[in-house]
């Protein structure tokens, strides 16, 4: 089937009103032969404020609501999801151009971080603190915070947005979502999905979720609006550079998951099959599009050419074409500037010494208007500024060390700082890489790559990552307010300190 009308399909199974599909001037192209699947609307600023509205009013009414009973629309999601985890998949493949596994691997996400925010919302608890004064107790609350404002990028146009979604809600916020304007069909699906489950659950105030459709203009206006108390970005470091200063100029609070850079070290003892399967799903999976992709490789001399050679014969390998065909693990990248920008990285690799094996185009039958490269793998004797650089292509530089503690100080020397990984079997040197003196980024790992991080632990990195953390642990901590309530009990008014005070 063509793919504008197998989009279509799948939208009106997801409850999309494909009305909306051919009213605009917003093209939105299937990465996997660059043709148009639809055009939307774009939101005008005076809608953008209409949707603020709504949701501002939704977080007035919402806040009041139990959170086990908000945490029970999110169950409810959750099994709407389950049920429509196929085709929310193949849109997500038609959309970002990942494979297949891929598309249902972001929609598991979504499920798995709907599960953990109905569980969360049994256990939004604040501590008890022993009060210096006698007869008074100290406690910590947890309140909503209000509106949360979630940009999302293109590469995970759905699951980064549920990390963001499913907290906020079951914390009492509502929320406002600016979509990738290369992904607005899955937020569209996402979003009918969750009226279903609100429609469902019936007493649910409109305007829990508004999605703006649009480019960067709108993105600013979130930035910008201080009705937006906890403002959620994922994307690009200059991204980020951009719009943090705009929600620090109204004391707003922001919460950042920009590029990564992530480094890998292959020690003496590295277990080198594993090593090999591992480095192949994260630098060449997701065709090196995620923020996580494996991007830099630090290798003991000893292992180098072992490992070279396995990873060569691999990448040779590697089945590129349509997303959409069971065989392909990898698929194209969003559009040909990113080809050209990938090109553009090589050419300036191969400047500076560096040997470039891959990276051509590849020309995938019924696919010519899709931008396809083979994986590139880059022997590069120093770590230049292209290696410091995120290109967002499947590229991997080699680098080789002989000393460990130069192997860290390599690993940390980029400008961000999201995940990371060491191969060992050598206990002391997995120990150090993870220690205050190791690896410097918001995740480590041990004898797995970087990428393809559980909802479980909060996810998000150190430096121009942009220090914000999303998704499990108690990263829901940042999408509400946190009141110190000290009451007495006492009768008597014993002042803090002992400082006495009275007529
Ligand atoms: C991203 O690329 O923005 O850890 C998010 C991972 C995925 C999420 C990636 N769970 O690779």
Known sequence: MELASLTASLLTHLGVATDQLDRGDLAVRSPIDGGTIARLAATPP??????????????????????????????????????????????????????????????????????????????????????????????????PAGVVGVVSAFNFPAAVWAWNATLAWVCGDSVVWKPSERTPLTALACAALFNAAARELGEVPKGLLEVLVGGRELGTLLADDPRIAVFSATGSCAMGKALAPRVAARLGRSILELGGNNGAIVCPSADLALTERAILFAAAGTAGQRCTTLRRLIVHESVCDALLERLHSAWRRIPVGNPLDPTPLVGPLIDSAAGTAMDAALAEAREEGGTVRGGEKISVPGCEGGCYRRPALVEIPAQCAVVKRETFAPILYVMRYRDFD?????????????????????????????????????????????????????FGGEKDTGGGRESGSDAWKAYMRRATCTINYSGALPLAQGIRFGL
């Open 46 to 143: 005076a809608d953008a404020d209409a949707a603020l509205k709504r949701a501002h009013a939704a977080y007035l009414a919402w806040r009041k609501v139990p959170p086990p009973r908000r945490g029970e629309l999110v169950r409810r999601y959750g099994i709407l999801l389950r049920q429509h985890k196929a085709e929310l998949g193949e849109l997500v493949t038609i959309e970002t151009g990942k494979i297949r596994q891929e598309g249902l691997g972001e929609v598991q996400e979504m499920i798995d971080i709907s599960d953990f925010a109905c569980g969360l919302s049994r256990q939004l608890h604040g501590l008890t603190i022993a009060s210096e004064r006698p007869g008074h107790r100290m406690m910590e609350q947890w309140h």
């Open 406 to 458: 130069d192997a860290i100080a390599l690993h940390n020397d980029v400008p961000q700082g999201l995940a990371s990984s060491i191969f060992t079997r050598d206990l002391t040197e997995a120990e150090r890489f993870l220690s205050t003196t190791g690896s410097d980024c918001g995740i480590a790992n041990v004898n797995i790559g970087p990428s393809g991080a559980e909802i479980g632990g909060a």
